[in-house]
């Protein structure tokens, strides 16, 4: 089977290459999948450049969420079916005509669902609702979010207003809140606009913000946390621009702030199944009812993986680039 690989840590652009590898076969409780689609996340891109959490033995293979049918089924497998549609969101090495994953982390997809929007259900989707549901926010709270265009922001600022939670986002340039009213998401802000703390206060009317979610880093951290309300919440959920946070103590010593992470896929893992369960049911009815919108910028085939990533990078992309074998 061919298969997206690296044989080093770098830029992906630079060393992802399409490969001939063995077939793999499922073991106990394992599933073989057909890949259909498969989208491109930073935290694929941040595992080839040997930056992430997890850091994989090489060559290895790429890519943690994908659409594709039950090919075959290990022993002791229960409830699949061969040719059944399935969705995985934490299976490494998806970029791959076939890959193995546990039977108990596949999700069936319904009849009705778009391969695309199947594609990128699972990974972005839930670790957004994930974030909403650990926040506690009741309706009518209020709280914040840099990097508002980019996808997990799209999600945050949608999953919220379903829920009745104000959301402000910031972006870096005026072309981002555009486009996002253009997808229907308001209260977006500017941070390159003179006074923009103040058209924060009038987008709220005053009221305090509770919590605010930082994927940006460095000073981006500080801006964020001059936004909480006294005893806020600041939750570091990327690093686009910097590892670091720049804030001050002074905010967190007289303000009382509490700085956290939030890590998706071990928040995912450590849920319990009927939670799990019910997050992903309102998933689903949101992409049915459409006030959950997953669009999808451009497909690639393997062959054109170097290209593929750098479209995902692009800025001012709207939607997912996905892999196609």
């Keep these: 089977m061919r298969a997206i690989v690296h044989h080093s840590f770098a830029e992906p652009e630079s060393v992802l290459t399409v490969e001939e590898r063995t077939l793999p076969e499922p073991g106990a409780g394992q599933v073989r999948v057909k890949t259909i689609l498969s989208p491109i996340h930073n935290h694929d891109l941040w595992t080839v450049r040997g930056t992430y959490g997890f850091v994989p033995d090489l060559p290895a293979q790429a890519g943690t969420e994908a659409v594709g049918t039950v090919e075959a089924l290990g022993h002791g497998v229960e409830g699949l079916?061969?040719?059944?549609?399935?969705?995985?969101?934490?299976?490494?090495?998806?970029?791959?005509?076939?890959?193995?994953?546990?039977?108990?982390?596949?999700?069936p997809v319904p009849a009705g669902l778009p391969d695309e929007a199947a594609a990128q259900l699972v990974a972005m989707p839930l670790s957004a609702l994930s974030l909403l549901h650990s926040l506690g926010l009741d309706e009518g709270q209020w709280m914040a979010q840099n990097a508002a265009n980019g996808a997990v922001g799209r999600l945050v600022a949608q999953l919220a207003a379903a829920r009745g939670i104000g959301v402000v986002g910031l972006v870096r340039r005026q072309e981002a809140v555009d486009q996002l009213h253009d997808q229907g998401i308001t209260n977006v802000i500017s941070t390159a606009d003179d006074g923009w703390q103040d058209r924060v206060t009038t987008v709220t009317g005053g009221a305090p913000i509770v919590a605010g979610v930082d994927s940006v880093g460095g000073a981006a951290a500080s801006d964020m946390i001059s936004l909480l309300a006294e005893k806020g919440t600041?939750?570091?959920?990327?690093?686009?621009?910097?590892?670091?946070?720049?804030?001050?103590s002074g905010d967190l010593i007289f303000r009382q702030i509490t700085v956290t992470g939030f890590w998706g896929s071990v928040v995912n893992r450590e849920m319990d199944a009927a939670t799990r369960a019910d997050l992903f049911a309102e998933l689903l009815a949101r992409v049915s009812s459409g006030k959950l919108t997953l669009p999808v910028a451009a497909v690639y085939s393997f062959d054109d993986v170097r290209e593929a990533v750098a479209a995902s990078l692009a800025p001012g992309r709207v939607g997912k680039v996905l892999l196609k074998p």
Excluded: H, N
């Design 234 to 248: 600041l939750i570091a959920f990327g690093a686009m621009d910097s590892p670091a946070l720049e804030i001050s």
């Design 81 to 107: 079916e061969v040719g059944q549609r399935v969705v995985s969101g934490g299976t490494f090495g998806v970029w791959a005509e076939y890959f193995t994953a546990k039977a108990s982390g596949l999700i």
